[in-house]
């Protein structure tokens, strides 16, 4: 027979309607990291190819990066 006063058997089996939400929540943020993953990714191939074409940084702009 359930007890609701018995914390220990409550928390041992949570509900599936009570942790779905978090389930769903935590395949949300991998399929958006996996996303975000590949589009660095192709960020850092087209910068990539794109850096050696950029001038040198003259003088003036070094100093006030600094």
């Known amino acids: 027979m359930f007890d609701p ?3 220990d058997a409550a928390e041992a089996q949570p509900c599936r309607s ?3 939400p ?3 929540h935590s ?3 991998t399929l958006l990291l996996r996303d975000a993953t590949a589009y660095a ?3 850092r191939s087209r910068f990539a190819d794109e850096r050696p074409h950029a001038p040198p940084p003259t003088p ?3 100093a006030r990066s600094n």
């Open 5 to 7: 006063t018995d914390t």
């Open 18 to 20: 009570c942790i779905q």
């Open 27 to 29: 395949m949300q943020l």
């Open 41 to 43: 990714a192709r960020l």
């Open 60 to 62: 003036d702009t070094s």
């Open 22 to 24: 978090a389930i769903d």
